[in-house]
């Protein structure tokens, strides 16, 4: 696709739900990142993807949090056993191999969890 | 610890004013400054900066790094209703994947 996609774009659960997250990069993008906005607060690092080298997921709040991404393209955000701190917009990017300075951003993924 | 800080955290001004945004970074291996608009969601890029004193400018936005003091600025002047929006400051450091963000301005532009 042109940009950078995500899905859903609305979620709302209930504490305790596992709750799945996808982002469709650019394609050709090699590099892969998810941040979380909180309400009135700054993008936070999640985790980073970088081809097929091991992810950074220095950013992950939680054992709670977990993120794969199959073939080096579609990745999925998954959060378990949800609580109501999770409450947050989920932002998928996307760049070139070695340039985190030129992210692409998704629509993001508001997630409510009553 | 590396830090972002913006101010205002919310400005509301007129059509027409000039309005300045502020961003200051305590960071190690700084490599560049960048600003998002982010209007809905998604933050959309305005500037990157690398060099301290060279102004960016793109139509009534613009804006300048000084590393020696660690800030930097965005302008916009002529503001109109479609400025309205958060912006962001990030910083990208050297060896890092990620860009470190701050946590916004929110600017609201009335009629």
């Known amino acids: 696709g042109a940009g950078v996609s995500q899905s859903p774009s609305n979620k709302v659960t209930e504490k305790g739900k596992d709750v799945e997250l996808r982002c469709d990069p650019i394609s050709g993008h090699t590099a892969l990142y998810w941040y979380r906005q909180s309400l009135g607060q700054g993008l936070e690092f999640l985790i980073y993807?970088?081809?097929?080298?091991?992810?950074?997921k220095s950013g992950l709040p939680s054992d709670r949090f977990s993120a794969e991404r199959t073939g080096g393209s579609v990745s999925t955000l998954t959060i378990q056993r949800t609580q109501q701190e999770d409450s947050a917009v989920y932002l998928c990017?996307?760049?070139?191999?070695?340039?985190?300075?030129?992210?692409?951003f998704g629509p993001g993924t508001r997630l409510t969890v009553l | 610890e590396d830090k972002v800080v913006q101010s205002p955290l919310s400005l509301v001004v007129h059509e027409g004013d000039t309005v300045t945004l502020n961003c200051s970074y305590e960071v190690t291996n700084f490599r560049s400054l960048l600003w998002y608009k982010q209007e809905k969601k998604a933050p959309t890029f305005l500037f990157m900066l690398?060099?301290?004193?060279i102004e960016k400018k793109s139509g009534r936005l613009s804006s300048i790094l000084d590393k020696k003091e660690l800030f930097s600025i965005l302008n916009i002047t002529a503001t109109q209703t479609g400025d309205s929006a958060v912006y962001l400051c990030?910083?990208?450091?050297?060896?890092?994947?990620?860009?470190?963000f701050g946590t916004g301005t929110r600017l609201t532009v009335i009629p």
């Open positions: 990017a996307s760049s070139l191999a070695g340039l985190p300075g030129e992210q692409f």
């Open positions: 690398t060099s301290s004193g």
């Open positions: 990030a910083v990208e450091k050297t060896g890092a994947n990620n860009l470190f």
């Open positions: 993807f970088q081809g097929n080298s091991a992810p950074d």
